[in-house]
């Protein structure tokens, strides 16, 4: 008998840094395909022969060009070929800031300030300003041609004009105060000529006694004019006439009356402002308040600028935007600002019912310690369930709101310390899900993504996809010119034939759900996930034997599981003393790809000897194999 020959677990690859992508990523690409981008073709398998008009996937979910389907179905590749090859070459970043190069210290130190900044203005809670109303089109276009016309020469001529209307002004207010002067001049001389009529006209009938009798009357008259006079306003220097009129009374009895007019132009200025003494009133003391305390914003938890958890945080938010430090501030004010309208709060302590619970699960963890989300769109073959998630908006708006608080009770139970586990290992089942024809369901899947990709950057540490369709094949090809480096990296793509066998390059077979090729199931009573499991590969058309040596008495378990099966599979026990009898335990039967997926057995061994188990393969294609046992003492 051959000696067991134990294959060593298939060498872990390294998982890369946190992506931005969440929970379903197939999605329509952002920016459509175009006719001139002929997408890359996938490794290792050669690009087939293109079509003459490329489709782009908005096509092919709306349906819009029946032929393109059957175009694209012409790439189908073999399901071999559905394996990508996956490039490891991303490590995954750490979040220790002393290990950070001088560079991104400096941006952390930057963004931490901004944020200080913005919590002492209250910045966070302030609602945003609202954007300017926009300009009508006429008032633009009479902007821009009063731009165009206007030049430094126009300019210059503008203020010339200015400057001659100024003084054309002052002309024709002088002109307007000489006008009035002359009206007056003219006034003047003809009372002055019916002055002199009347003088002429006195002198004759008037005797002399009477004339030398009249100024001392006159002069009273004249007093009391004058004391009538008020003097001009105080304004600028003008040219007064001033008509002074004598009365001279002849007799008492009033026979004979005369009006002795004098004109006089006498120049008035107006008289100086009196002296304005300011008067210097003390202005109330303003009582100083003290500046109000600095705002507290949390995300998942953990207090902005609280401690080495928040600088975990802040890195994320940095590296999703490439450590540019202000669009990294403003993707965490925006980030606040949509919990806060989200009512994320309100929302972790909301029942949105268990119709959900198969569609997304976190099971384990990978061999990091991240955990492991999965994503199974085959449950949505459930017309019900498909219609009670994705017929109308309201519907739609309940199944992301559940997706949400899903993510952020996960996100409660990381570790945010800078060595502790922060970001997540995302498994995404394609197997009986549907094509590219449901369209609720890709609509729904972008706006989900949209939001992910918008507030929770950097919690992907690799992105699984297993059972990957052609189509889904085809649309990679087409998007990936579009991906970074760092993104595809974090990428994994494998079809029916290879998907157990990739997810356990990344996560122990103990860890596995038994429906993704593992060997944890939900009713396990034997084992658990601290019983590891061994892998071993059979190889084509041979036959392998795996031996437990057994020295004491006791009982024997153990559980054996063959990927793919469509192997013979046998057990006994074999003594080692002389002369004994080999105990067929199991008999040597062909196990079916759709038969039992787990085998479970146990032998009470009553002495020394090995229980040897026996597969036989006949197929071309080698087979993994995993297994584990262990003993427990027996009950009699």
Known sequence: ????????????????????????????????????????????????????????????????????????????????????????????????????????????????????????????????????????????????????????????????????????????????????????????????????????????????????????????????????????????????????????????????????????????????????????TEEPKEEVTPPPAPEEVSIWGIPLLLDERSDVILLKFLRARDYKVKDAFTMIKNTVRWRKEFEIDALLEQDHGNDWDKVAFTHGYDKKGHPVCYNAFSEFQNKDLYQNTFSTDEKRQKFLKWRIQFLEKSIRKLDFSPTGISSFVQVNDFKNSFGIRKRELWQATKLAVQLLQDNYPEFLAKQVFINVPWWYLAYNRMISPFLTQRTKSKFVFAGPSKSAETLFKYIAPEQVPVQYGGLKREDEQEFTTEDPVIEYTIKPSSKETIEFPYTETGLLVWEVRVIGWDVSYGAEFVPDEEGGYTVIVQKSRKIAPTDETVISNSFKVGGPGKVMLTFDNQTSKKKKLLYRSKTKPSSD
């Open 1 to 280: 008998m051959a000696e067991e020959q134990h294959q060593k677990p298939a060498p872990e690859v390294a998982a890369s840094s946190t992506v931005v992508e969440e929970v379903v990523e197939v999605i329509p690409p952002e920016k459509p395909i175009t006719e001139n981008e002929p997408a890359p073709a996938p490794a290792p398998e050669p690009e087939p022969e293109a079509p003459e008009k490329p489709v782009t996937f908005e096509e092919l979910v709306e349906g819009e060009k029946a032929t393109s389907i059957e175009e694209v179905e012409k790439t189908k590749p073999s399901e071999e070929a559905v394996n990508i090859a996956q490039s490891d070459s991303f490590k995954e970043e750490s979040y220790v800031v002393g290990e950070l190069p001088d560079s991104q210290k400096k941006a952390l130190d930057e963004l931490k300030q901004l944020i200080q900044d913005a919590l002492n203005k209250h910045e966070f809670t302030a609602p945003p300003p609202p954007p300017p109303p926009p300009p009508k089109e006429e008032e633009k276009k009479e902007e821009k041609k009063e731009e165009k016309e206007k030049s430094p020469v126009a300019a210059a001529e503008e203020v010339k004009e200015e400057s001659k209307t100024e003084e054309v002004k002052e002309e024709s207010k002088t002109e307007e105060v000489k006008e009035e002067a002359s009206k007056l001049e003219e006034e003047v001389a003809e009372a002055k000529k019916e002055e002199e009529e009347e003088k002429e006209l006195i002198a004759l009938v008037t005797p002399k006694v009477e004339q030398e009798a009249s100024p001392s009357i006159t002069i009273e008259a004249k007093e009391e004019k004058e004391e009538k006079v008020t003097p001009p306003p105080p304004t600028e220097e003008v040219v007064a006439v001033v008509v002074e009129k004598e009365t001279s009374i002849v007799d008492e009895d009033g026979a004979k009356t005369v009006e002795e007019i004098k004109e006089t132009i006498v120049e008035v200025s107006a008289p100086p402002p009196p002296p304005t003494t300011e008067t210097k």
